[in-house]
């Protein structure tokens, strides 16, 4: 079996790549059904794009890396393709736009862009392993049978290691390893944090508007969500891939409110106030009991002095916490790390070593914050090495 071009994975990048590779595409997947990530992304409505993509909004061992994909195909022209063919979209958060529908809305238009163009799909597919002997050997699984797919160009997409059960497996990297093409270290990101002891298991489900940061990572304005596990939400998901072992993140838990002004006006008005009672109508008030020991929130209003109000607003902006690990790969959205950008061109995609080599999408060395910028990075790298093959 021979083909011109091989697409492993049918994913954001395989499929879309498959639409823009020109004749005689094959896409092989080993799960049952095309774009399983893009089914469940987004809440099932699929944050597809993000407006606002800049270089910022990722993670690389070389930052500058995804400008010219990200440049030659942009968030509008996704967004005029998703509009093309009638699906319904609004803009949830600043630049985030989801489906009004569901996320199968973007999986069917993948689809009809791969059969116009030709692209032929095997699903129950299992890569094993690949070769090269003046063309790419590519060692599948099908039906319980062992056989070998040649091809003049080999195009990588197949994601990185997170969800496991979801059918990640990781093995973008190990192909890239046999053509001695380094990976650099990856680890689950955008991914809840764990706590050795239950310690946010009594406010489980309580949610804040937090600023949350680690190491020397921005910052970031968004939801915080304490979990039988720990914390997770938008903005601990965020910080997740700044984070290492050992380390702590910290958190502004009262980002827009004046605490200083509130509590001496509480101790002017309401004197005999208990200081939690305060606090309660500016964060969820199960949140402020539960920290109460942590913040030393004992006392009436009356007596806090300035100092001691000083203090406590320094506190509760600069929340230091101590997680203990994160999720892992079970649940992360994405895998930090990937194949070594310094080894393709970042125009096509292709290997510097190994012609019509191609690596696109979650494997390569890419990492996109929480927001619509990792399915960007895949429509963007797919196009740069579906244009050029
Ligand atoms: P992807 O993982 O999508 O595809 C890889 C394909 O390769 C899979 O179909 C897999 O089955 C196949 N494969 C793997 N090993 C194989 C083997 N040995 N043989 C054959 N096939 C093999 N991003 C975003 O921008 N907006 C969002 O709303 C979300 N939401 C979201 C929710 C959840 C729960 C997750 C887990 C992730 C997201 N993401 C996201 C991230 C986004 O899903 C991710 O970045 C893209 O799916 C990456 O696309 P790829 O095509 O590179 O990999």
């Not at 529908?101 to 094993?128: H, Q, Y």
């Not at 125009?347 to 990792?374: A, P, Q, R």
Request: hydrophobic letters at 40%; proline letters at 3%; glycine letters at 10%.
């Amino acid at each position: 079996m021979k083909v011109k071009t091989l697409i492993l994975g049918a994913g954001a990048a395989g499929m879309f790549c498959a639409a823009h590779a020109g004749d005689d595409v094959l896409v092989v997947d080993h799960s049952k059904t095309a774009g399983d990530k893009i089914r469940i992304s987004g809440g099932g409505r699929c944050n597809f794009t993000h407006l606002e993509t800049t270089a910022k909004n990722y993670l690389s061992q070389n930052p500058h890396f995804c400008k010219s994909a990200l440049a030659r195909y942009t968030p509008w022209d996704f967004v005029g393709l998703v509009s093309g063919y009638g699906i319904a979209w609004h803009e949830k958060t600043q630049g985030q736009l989801f489906c009004d529908n569901s996320a199968k809305e973007i999986i069917d238009m993948l689809r009809s862009e791969m059969d116009k163009a030709g692209a032929k799909l095997w699903l129950k597919t299992a890569v094993i392993d690949v070769t090269f002997d003046g063309q790419y050997r590519t060692r599948v699984t099908r039906d319980g049978q062992d056989m070998v797919i040649m091809s003049d160009n080999l195009v990588v997409a197949t994601g990185g290691k997170s969800i496991p059960k979801m059918g990640a497996t990781g093995i973008g990297y190990k192909i890239a390893e046999d053509f001695g093409i380094p990976v650099t270290q990856t680890r689950p990101a955008l991914v809840p944090f764990t706590f050795s002891d239950a310690r946010f298991a009594g406010v489980s489900g309580i949610s804040a508007p937090v600023l949350a940061r680690a190491n020397d990572g921005p910052e970031f304005a968004d939801a915080l969500l304490c979990t039988h596990r720990g914390l997770s939400g938008p903005a601990m998901l965020q910080v997740s891939s700044y984070w290492h072992k050992g380390e702590e993140i910290t958190i502004n838990l009262i980002p827009s409110i004046d605490i200083v002004a509130h509590l001496k006006k509480a101790r002017t008005d309401h004197p005999r106030k208990a200081v939690t009672t305060v606090l309660g109508s500016v964060l969820p008030s199960r949140l402020i009991n539960h920290l109460a020991e942590d913040f030393a929130l004992t006392d009436v209003c009356a007596q806090w002095s300035d100092k001691r109000i000083d203090d406590l607003a320094t506190a509760l902006r600069q929340w230091q916490v101590k997680p203990s690990g994160t999720e892992g790969y079970r649940t992360a959205e994405v895998t930090l790390g990937g194949v070594d950008t310094d080894y393709l061109s970042s125009k096509t995609m292709e290997s510097k070593t190994h012609k019509g080599l191609y690596f696109i999408g979650e494997c390569v060395d890419v990492t996109g914050w929480l927001g619509g910028y990792n399915f960007q990075w895949a429509w963007a790298s797919a196009y740069a090495a579906g244009t050029a093959i």
